[in-house]
């Protein structure tokens, strides 16, 4: 069982950055792949970026890849979204993810979820 609390979301201006964080509880979180999802309002959920265990593998959505960089740091139980050039597109709740399956970016594969953090940004 993992539980994961995210935080570091908030107001900011286009062109601005933010970082995400994601604590996990749990002595095997090394073991899990981890991803974040954001939802817009009246959109369904949507991959944005994925780690495998180690951090040496990484994938990206198309909408993000150049501005987004997701890491991890197993001894902190934590993975992290550094968010550059944010647009007003960008706006949704971000949530992360832990599962078992590697390199995926199907959101039904991770069993495990936050409550997600919120990311506004104005154009």
């Known amino acids: 069982q993992v539980q994961l609390v995210e935080s570091g979301g908030g107001l900011v201006q286009a062109g601005g950055s933010l970082r995400l964080s994601c604590a996990a509880s749990g002595r095997t979180f090394s073991s899990y792949a981890m991803g974040w999802f954001r939802q817009a309002p009246g959109k369904e959920r949507e991959f944005v970026a994925i780690?495998?265990?180690?951090?040496?593998?990484?994938r990206y959505a198309d909408s993000v890849k150049g501005r987004f960089t997701i890491s991890r740091d197993n001894a902190k139980n934590t993975v992290y979204l550094q968010m550059n050039s944010l647009k007003p597109e960008d706006t949704a709740v971000y949530f992360c993810?832990?599962?078992?399956?590697?390199?995926?970016?199907?959101?039904?594969?991770?069993?495990?979820w936050g409550q997600g953090t919120q990311v506004t940004v104005s154009s």
């Open positions: 993810a832990a599962g078992a399956v590697a390199n995926t970016n199907v959101d039904t594969l991770y069993p495990y």
């Open positions: 780690i495998n265990w180690s951090g040496s593998i990484t």
